[in-house]
């Protein structure tokens, strides 16, 4: 049986176990990929401990988004939590809202501890949504916000990841965040500008990014070094990285090695149904694989 349709019997049959005596694929090296749950599709019969048997063996480093009660499950297949899950904050209620601030501080000082403890490089966190503050209000928030908390991060060496989102789709939660703040890279660049730490950067969400601004290889060369993370998806739908999706993920992912970017690129998509989500992982890796 080839390795390919063996994947798939293991994503079928729900026995991923199998895939322990498998080889380990070796990967180039030059872009650093994770995982998410959702990769593996909605109605998937695979463990969390099924999932990272086959992140291993595919060449993924880790998994983003993933909460400290499974990070011994990513360690246990030399795998790492690429960014930990927001803390403090909602996509509703988020770093903009100054009444909040304390409590958002006191949560994420919390998480930065447990992140650094163990080994978790990155922390998403959002803007929030404007329900009628300005840009600049907010921009000023967020910046207020983020001088409070940069020198804790910075001294237990955790990078505060804020996520470019796109505002566009207002009414469909799972193609886009409405109202967000964030929802152009020029805003959360200068937000990051002003706060001028190595720790407080974005998370350059490049299917976001490609429905608001388009550009995306320009776009990173010229904010390369206020940028710590990327995801993925398909544009349009957030489906799989194929020939149905209109981003040359490929030359993208040699635009980003060619930085040297160091940091990690994790994949979002979700695979559409009756497709086969193993397959499909096995493609977005192969595709960033440069």
């Not at 380990?24 to 969390?48: H, P, Y």
């Amino acid at each position: 049986m080839q390795r390919r349709e063996f994947l798939t019997t293991v994503a079928a049959a729900g026995v991923a176990a199998a895939v322990q005596d498998q080889t380990v694929i070796q990967r180039k090296g030059r872009i650093k990929q994770a995982l998410m749950r959702n990769n593996f599709g909605a109605n998937t019969t695979l463990s969390f401990d099924d999932m990272c048997r086959v992140a291993a063996r595919l060449g993924s480093k880790g998994f983003d988004l993933i909460g400290p009660q499974d990070w011994p499950t990513l360690k246990k297949y030399g795998l790492i939590p690429t960014m930990g899950p927001a803390t403090g904050v909602t996509i509703q209620d988020g770093l903009i809202r100054r009444e909040l601030h304390d409590q958002i501080e006191k949560s994420m000082r919390s998480a930065i501890d447990q992140c650094a403890a163990n080994g978790v490089p990155n922390m998403i966190t959002v803007g929030g949504q404007r329900r009628g503050m300005s840009y600049a209000e907010g921009a000023d928030n967020c910046v207020a916000y983020f001088n409070r908390i940069k020198a804790y991060a910075e001294d237990k060496g955790v990078t505060i990841c804020m996520e470019v989102m796109n505002s566009k789709y207002d009414n469909n939660q799972t193609l886009g965040r409405p109202d967000q703040i964030c929802d152009h890279l020029a805003w959360g660049v200068e937000v990051c500008k002003r706060v001028n730490s190595p720790r407080v950067k974005i998370l350059f969400d490049i299917y976001h990014v490609q429905i608001m601004d388009g550009n995306l290889c320009q776009n990173i060369k010229e904010n390369f070094q206020w940028i710590a993370h990327f995801h993925t998806g398909g544009v349009p739908g957030r489906n799989e990285l194929d020939e149905t999706q209109e981003i040359n993920y490929r030359y993208v992912a040699k635009t980003i090695a060619d930085l040297d970017f160091t940091g990690y690129i994790a994949h979002e998509f979700r695979p559409l149904p009756g497709h086969d989500p193993i397959k499909s992982i096995e493609q977005a890796i192969e595709i960033m694989d440069v």
